[in-house]
């Protein structure tokens, strides 16, 4: 089963986008578990994870958290803005599904 780690400032609104994603998994049959966390929860739980999805408003945090995922083999990118917008479950799932199988 995937196991997808978004992450954002406190792991508030990321909270939201989770919820979306969980709800589109299951309209499409895919077990997933999908958990969201704050900046400061990063480094104790990508180990757990099979990629971690950052919210647009910390995209400066990617430097930083990359060389631990890399280290890890654990993908990581910026969720894109729009689709975080509009708390597009569906396509942020799906982009998620393909960054861990690519």
Do not use: R, W
């Not at 792991?11 to 895919?30: F, L, R």
């Not at 958290?65 to 396509?91: C, E, H, R, W």
């Amino acid at each position: 089963m995937p196991k997808i780690l978004l992450c954002c400032a406190a792991g508030m609104s990321t909270s939201m986008v989770v919820q979306k994603m969980e709800k589109a998994a299951k309209e499409k049959g895919v077990e997933v578990e999908i958990k969201a966390v704050g900046i400061e929860e990063f480094n104790d739980q990508i180990a757990n994870f099979d990629c971690c999805l950052l919210g647009p408003q910390i995209k400066y945090k990617l430097a930083d958290f990359q060389p631990l995922a890399q280290q890890l083999n654990k993908p990581i990118t910026v969720i894109n803005s729009m689709d975080y917008g509009m708390m597009n479950g569906a396509k942020i799932l799906d982009d998620s599904l393909k960054l861990i199988h690519a």
